[in-house]
Antibody, heavy 119, light 107 residues
Framework: QVQLVESGGDVVQPGRSLRLSCAAS????????MHWGRQAPGKGLEWLAL????????YYADSVKGRFTISRDNSKNTLYLQMNSLRAEDTAVYSC????????????WGQGALVTVSS | EIVMTQSPATLSVSPGERATLSCRAS??????LAWYQQKPGQAPRLLIY???TRATGISARFSGSGSGTEFTLTISSLQSEDFAVYFC??????????FGQGTKLEI
């Protein structure tokens, strides 16, 4: 079955960097675009970034553009989110999600990794 | 950016009853709308896509309707496992993909 497992969540100080990973299994990773999203405490879901199946195309939400970078290693079936210049408002549970195949809805999500930005 | 607005924020319903959740888009999204269910500590689960198509393995008690700017998720004969938070998401005009703020369905 499809599994997406995030790792790398931590407590970091404002201005520092952190890299999240998402290990994918149960499907042919190279066939699917992938997304990152987040959910701040008590808030709704926010889409952050999309990467095409081969990594050639990337899209970002304005809130993270220029600070966050999405990437993937298809040889390792792993998705990444490099987060730089972190702010307190980036505190959230970060989840990866598989695109359904049409760059539209997300058919599987991981449980998420908690990132807390605090001094 | 398309803004998605869900109502109500919280819906209290008894088991066995029907629940009707609403989602409104700030501009037409055609039928490019999905619904997700999220339980505490769990990943969101896709319920509906294309406004009305149930995802694989989703009970027929869940149904979606609407197009354009007004959408509804109906859950018939509520069961205990249905009490959760429900989000709508548009994928008609991206980036960004946008979600509603959620409706908490409580007993």
């Amino acid at each position: 079955q499809v599994q997406l497992v995030e790792s790398g969540g931590d407590v970091v100080q404002p201005g520092r960097s952190l890299r999240l990973s998402c290990a994918a299994s149960g499907f042919i990773f190279t066939n699917y675009a992938m997304h990152w999203g987040r959910q701040a405490p008590g808030k709704g879901l926010e889409w952050l970034a999309l990467i095409s199946y081969d990594g050639s195309d990337k899209y970002y939400a304005d809130s993270v553009k220029g600070r966050f970078t999405i990437s993937r290693d298809n040889s390792k079936n792993t998705l990444y989110l490099q987060m730089n210049s972190l702010r307190a408002e980036d505190t959230a549970v970060y989840s990866c999600a598989r695109d359904s195949g049409g760059l539209d809805y997300f058919d599987y999500w991981g449980q998420g990794a908690l990132v807390t930005v605090s001094s | 950016e398309i803004v998605m607005t869900q109502s109500p924020a919280t819906l209290s319903v008894s088991p066995g009853e029907r629940a009707t959740l609403s989602c409104r888009a700030s501009q037409s999204v055609s039928s490019n709308l999905a619904w997700y269910q999220q339980k505490p500590g769990q990943a969101p689960r896709l319920l509906i896509y294309g406004a009305s198509t149930r995802a694989t393995g989703i009970s027929a008690r869940f149904s979606g309707s609407g197009s354009g700017t007004e959408f509804t998720l109906t859950i018939s004969s509520l069961q205990s496992e249905d009490f959760a938070v429900y989000f709508c998401q548009q994928y008609d005009n991206w980036p960004p993909y946008t979600f509603g703020q959620g409706t908490k369905l409580e007993i």
